[in-house]
């Protein structure tokens, strides 16, 4: 059983379902031992799909990976 969560998301995304990432984050908040964070990467942007993957020729690493290890360190941007 986790104690921390962290989803990331990215809202130039349009290969997933947000309702149902909504669902499933709103049923880990109800466990009080939980921590859970969420974290967006603005649409703006125009990451892809697979925004982590340095080959994917639309990547943008230089902009995601310090976000990434902030956002894992438990740093806030």
Do not use: C, M
């Not at 125009?46 to 982590?52: E, Q, R, S």
């Not at 943008?60 to 438990?74: A, F, M, S, T």
Request: charged content about 20%; cysteine-free; glycine content about 4%.
């Amino acid at each position: 059983n986790s104690k921390n969560i962290l989803i990331i998301t990215n809202g130039n995304d349009q290969a997933v379902n947000r309702d149902e990432i909504n669902k499933i984050v709103a049923e880990w908040q109800i466990n009080p031992d939980t921590a859970v964070e969420t974290y967006e990467f603005d649409a703006a942007t125009g990451l892809p799909h697979d925004f982590v993957t340095v080959e994917h020729p639309a990547a943008q690493i230089d902009l995601v990976y310090p976000i990434l290890i902030d956002l894992i360190e438990g740093r806030t941007n």
